[in-house]
DNA sequence: GAGAAGTATAGATGTTAATCAATGGATAGC
DNA sequence: GCTATCCATTGATTAACATCTATACTTCTC
């Protein structure tokens, strides 16, 4: 038997054959004129090297080679019906699995949203890859990831970005800090303190930079710390000052005070972002349609920024 | 996805190249070339609708679609290499089933060859049919069975037949009929005793009464029964004589004797009989093969007659 | 034994598949 | 950054498929 010669239609034909016990019977529900099948019977015959199917009493039997192939061919069939369900699952976003890679301080509100997603679909798998901007830039480059949440983003131009959610950074000070009682503080002496930073390669770090530039104030001394954790309890324990996300924040803070310094906070985003130039899984675009749809459930309404509808209008424009 | 574009050969090249992590190694296994392995990807890609296969880190890797689909592909084509080895076995006669109608008389001797080789082939399945010579003509019109088993043949026109047994057809009369002990008993005195003949159509009667048509000689009374055993038994208690069989004589018969009449034994023979416009089941055919090599071992040196190997050769050329 | 229904074969045609050689573009390793 | 390897594409050719209409052959049925 040479497999190479069958194919998938044969075997349907054959079922059919076998199932109605004629041939004209199977055409007609196959549409197709009887000579066709019978032809295409032949053919199989051939493939097989057997007879398949014999005429007893006026009606078309298999043989035992026929009715193991029609065994064979129904189940194998039925295989490739499951394998169409997957795909069917795969495509309408209801399974399958996506990777998103955050930067570090997303990983504040992210879970906002991915937790009722996964309720919504609990058979998409979901692999979050958690960094700094720098580390989140390369997995960028080396296109590892399916979606990305930046709040710069790199350039756009592989890439698709929709904003999502206001990341507002704010300054952090020690709750009993002079400047929280003495209502005329100045920012040049605040300025003097010692500043928490987060390493290079920090978004938070770049953005805080930036608007210490603009400010056109000297600086104090510095110290780096790795993450936002550290800094919020160094902040709390009098080490310094900072500027830091509010996502950062706990709800409750009793050690903490935000400073309302003029010109903060600095206004920033997250995106999610991306690539242009590579298909998007089916889920992760699934995730993306349910983000827009429930990210006002999800998140306070005083962050909300949903620009999703644009980048879906936008990656579904590359889909075509 | 549109299964009507799917072959096992797309199949078996798409699970190539998922083992082998590139394309150009599958190609080399294949014994094709690079662009074919690409072009033949490409075709399945399309048909399937979604991209099966991405690059990561140097080596390509199935996507979650295309590693479904070689889930799919390798239990398909499983079924298929088992449904080869039993399209081996079936064409090898291991495995199988074919049916075989006898004459009544036959089935005391066919259950010797038929008991070895349903040891030495399990799997075969054989379906006795058995009946008169009317029955058994009317079952080969038909073409219901595989082989036959007839002392004299139909109409060899659409069928080969070959000699296997030797069945001579003796005079029975009861131990103490007076003929057994007087030497000068004549032919004529005897046929004058009450004949146990066996009914219209049965192989034995015709050949009897065309005997004793030979022999010229009125005959007397007649009583007919349905059975070899019947007759037996009948001859046993003293309801008359009868020519019979050998074969239906059991070994040890206390009641009977048989007498050398001149003239007798009948000499006929069983025969296989296989339509020569019927392609014959491998199984079957391994049973005349079967038959052919061991008949020596399953029967009595003095019925042996085999002339299967001139029948099996005139089988083959058919196949031819 | 004539008719009806079913099946097989033949001839024709447009489509698709299978395959190759040649070539251009990506990528990884040194 | 160069080079070898790998992959995709193109263009071409031959074979195979899918399908039809028309027709011939079987085989039940009445």
Redesign the interface.
Known sequence: ?N??H????LL?VHVEVVRRGSVSEAARRLHLTQPTVSQQLKRLREA????LLATRQGRLEPT??GL??YR?SR???G??D???D??GA??GGRR??FSIALVNTAQYVLPRLLGPFNQAYPEVEVTVHIGNRQQMLRRFDRQEDDLYVFSHPPSLAHALAGRFLRNPLVMVVPRDHPATREPGWRLHRLLGERLLLREPGSATRMLTERWLLEQGQATGPTMQMASNEAIRVGVASGLGLAILSEHVLPPEHPDLVTLPVPGLPIESHWQFIARRDR?L?HSALGFLRFARDHLDDCVEARFLCNELPELLAGLEAVEA
């Open positions: 038997m497999i190479r069958l194919t998938f239609r349907q097989v090297g057997e007879p035992e080679a193991e192939l064979a189940e194998v069939l295989r490739f499951d394998f169409a997957y795909l795969l495509r399958g699995h298909r899984a």
